[in-house]
């Protein structure tokens, strides 16, 4: 073979092999070297050089004290979780749009909040934190972090709530739910757009303080960066979108129907009373709720499209409810994750 063109035909190989490393990196953590009791660190959107003296701090500081010294460096402590033998927990953080992950000995902190993609209980009864669900509970999940009138509110869908024949919301008292740990008490919905309009969305309250944290994010977990919520996109066909559910997990993807198929649409909207768009993705129960979003981009960066409504069909059709009817509706504004 000539010098020149294999030396070309290697290039390009390097280039494709970078390619595909650069794709298999979206959504994943930059695994970086254990520093101190931390036994893996990772990073998505910084360099393991910059949060190494970070890791170290909190690996070889008490366990409770963890989120305390995350934000002090300027990170916002999200969720801590034990690992299986319950020896170690993880704990993620956000700083503007990048994250981090690191897992040292100790017992978990008590650190969770508000996230879009969380499992979600709603009852008639009042709930107990560390009580099991009453009676007639069912399970839904977290869409997106907005806010009205000045305070935040957390989307899920209404009919989760449901709405009795005199308008009032059947369900009206939820939590957010932590296996193995005892839930976290959101208090009674706040709205219900169900109620008056062809909307299938509700309102929460969402917890507060320091170890209640609440973000514009989508939540993959604490073993992968969260996407983070840039703003809204229009429901148009063939858009490629995603959503997570309770049930059937993160980046459920596909495309939104056009052309023909938008009948399906109309069908769905007719048995299930609400505006819906429909997509090819399958859906399960449970996965009610959450957040439908744009395929997330090569920064890690999504954005809102509806709250997943209804499985519809004999496929288990994922159809929605579009977000900005929705934040009309509310008179809310959507919570974007800081670009800084």
Not at 45 to 62: H, K
């Amino acid at each position: 073979m000539d010098a020149a063109l294999k030396s070309v035909l290697c290039a390009v190989a390097a280039l494709l092999i970078c390619a595909a490393s650069a794709a298999a990196q979206l959504g994943e953590y930059d695994a970086c070297q254990a520093v101190g009791d931390a036994t893996l660190v990772g990073v998505s959107g910084a360099s393991c050089a910059e949060i190494a003296p970070l890791a170290r701090t909190v690996s070889t500081a008490p366990a409770d004290e963890a989120a305390t010294l995350l934000r002090a460096a300027g990170w916002m402590p999200l969720r801590s979780a034990a690992t299986d033998d319950g020896s170690a927990f993880d704990i993620a953080a956000i700083r503007g749009r990048s994250a981090l992950r690191i897992r040292r000995p100790g017992a978990a902190p008590d650190l969770d909040g508000w996230m879009a993609g969380r499992e979600l209980i709603f009852a008639r009864r009042q709930l107990v934190g560390g009580a099991r669900p009453p009676s007639g509970a069912v399970l839904c999940t977290s869409a997106f972090l907005v806010t009205l009138r000045g305070h935040p509110g957390g989307l899920s869908a209404a009919h989760c709530g449901g709405v009795r024949d005199d308008g009032t919301t059947q369900r009206r008292n939820a939590a957010l739910r932590r296996q193995p740990q005892p839930g976290i008490v959101l208090g009674r919905v706040q709205r219900n757009l169900a109620r008056s309009r062809p909307l299938d969305a509700l309102v929460l309250p969402v917890p507060s303080g320091a170890r209640r944290p609440s973000a514009g994010i989508v939540n993959r977990g604490v073993a992968r960066p969260p996407w983070f919520v840039t703003g809204t996109a229009r429901p148009l066909g063939k858009r490629r979108v995603c959503y997570t559910g309770r049930t059937s997990g993160v980046d459920q993807c596909g495309v939104i129907l056009s052309g023909s198929a938008r009948s399906i649409n109309r069908q769905a909207s007719r048995i299930s009373r609400v505006r819906v768009t429909c997509t090819s993705i399958v859906a399960r129960e449970g996965d009610s709720g959450g957040p439908v979003y744009t395929a997330p981009a090569a920064d890690g960066t999504v954005r809102a499209i509806g709250i997943t409504t209804l499985v519809f069909g004999l496929f288990q059709t994922m159809c929605f409810t579009p977000i900005e009817p929705v934040l009309d509706a509310l008179n809310a504004r959507l919570v974007i994750a800081a670009a800084g």
